[in-house]
């Protein structure tokens, strides 16, 4: 047995058995668990296989990722091993087994790309599908979830990312328009800016990039959140992420800064001032309570620095490096009503008096007058219904 283009995954046992047709060091318990787990479809034998080969980062994984084309010999070699790989699997009838259920832990994307890959019937056919997989989604864990999350350990997937809809913010309009035309040149390959996204608290911040992810991931938009102790990854992340074929938002929330911390000027370096140019296919978006990220105080303006206006600017050069500063206000009061009528309307139940007062009564003991109070109220109403 030998593979030449998908070589790396005979360094799976479980892989190694099936290919070999050897039936009686087949690790069932592997085999179970990703069906239980992962699987998608019902065949999870072919599709252990399958899911190896989409997520296996070979050269035609890399080529196809970068957007450039293979050439005839490249294409012809993969093949012939894909051809090996089906022959062995329609050879091999040691595992039969019905998952209990398929469960939406994956994109929508990855989960159609696999589905359409285990119904292959040839290699030509499945080269076909394989390519569109690496061309569109990438391999492994960027292919999987159109959410991430950054740790000092690495990438994970976040399996159930928030819903929220544009549909759902009230009275963003300017906020939205902006977001998405700026994430529509994004995702066209054109000019695009970082963003900070500062005001008051329960304004709709966090809850706009949540909403682009929604709007755009079927478009090739991700979002990976990175904790504040992960900034200084920034510029191992854009190594990684500059060969992939998604568009990818890093995602800052409630940032700030006191003046020692170092993270700020990592930050700083990574979005403007390195070496290196920074990926076409990455952006910065920060959520923060402050419009300046570095926290200052009257001291910082009165004395203390011999050159004072240069200390001053320090500060204030990190969120001019956004290219776009959206300002979120908290409502007015008839702004705040506005927003619990349009909820309740949605569920058809129409305001009157009553509900103005409890409404109002509500933003005044729990959060103040915003529309994550407004959003609050609104649920707390309807379960009283």
């Not at 593979?3 to 009686?24: A, H, M, R, W």
């Not at 993969?78 to 994109?107: G, M, Q, R, T």
């Not at 569109?136 to 997937?157: P, Q």
Request: with cysteine; aromatic share 8%.
């Amino acid at each position: 047995m030998k593979l030449t283009v998908f070589y790396k995954i005979l360094n799976n046992n479980t892989i190694s058995s099936i290919l070999n047709k050897d039936e009686n060091s087949l690790d069932i318990s592997t085999l179970i668990e990703f069906a239980e787990l992962e699987s998608v479809t019902d065949d999870p034998l072919k599709e252990f296989v399958i899911t190896k080969l989409a997520d296996d980062e070979n050269v035609l994984a890399k080529i196809l990722g970068r957007g450039a084309s293979i050439g005839d010999d490249l294409k012809n070699i993969a093949i012939a091993d894909l051809n090996y790989v089906l022959s062995a699997l329609n050879n091999l009838s040691a595992f039969s087994y019905i998952p209990s259920e398929h469960k939406a832990h994956f994109c929508n994307e990855y989960t159609r790309s696999i589905r359409a890959m285990v119904k292959a019937k040839t290699a030509d056919e499945l080269f076909e599908l394989l390519c569109k997989h690496y061309k569109t989604l990438g391999t492994g864990i960027f292919a999987r979830y159109t959410a991430l999350l950054c740790s000092k350990d690495g990438l994970s997937g976040i399996e159930n990312p928030d819903t929220t809809s544009f549909n759902e913010l009230i009275g963003l309009e300017h906020i939205k328009k902006t977001l998405t035309d700026n994430t529509e040149l994004f995702l066209s390959g054109k000019k695009a800016n970082n963003v900070l996204l500062f005001g008051d608290r329960g304004t709709g911040k966090s809850s706009c990039v949540k909403a682009l992810l929604n709007k755009y991931h079927e478009q090739g938009l991700r979002v990976i959140e990175l904790p504040k102790n992960c900034i200084t990854l920034i510029p191992d992340l854009y190594k990684e992420l500059s060969s992939k074929p998604q568009k990818f938002i890093l995602y800052l929330d409630d940032l700030s800064f006191e003046k020692h911390e170092p993270e700020y000027r990592s930050l700083k370096v990574s979005m403007e001032g390195q070496l290196g140019s920074i990926p076409q296919n990455v952006l910065i978006f920060a959520t923060s309570n402050r419009r300046h990220l570095i926290k200052e105080n009257w001291k910082d303006r009165e004395g203390g620095d011999v050159h004072a206006g240069d200390n001053m600017q320090e500060m204030l050069s990190l969120s001019e490096r956004f290219g776009i500063s959206l300002v979120f206000s908290a409502p007015n009061q008839r702004e705040y009503l506005d927003i619990v009528k349009e909820l309740l309307s949605r569920k058809g139940i129409e305001i009157n008096d009553e509900i103005e007062k409890k409404a109002i009564a509500w933003q005044m003991n729990y959060g103040g007058r915003t529309p994550r109070c407004a959003s609050q109220f609104a649920a707390a109403y309807r379960n009283e219904e």
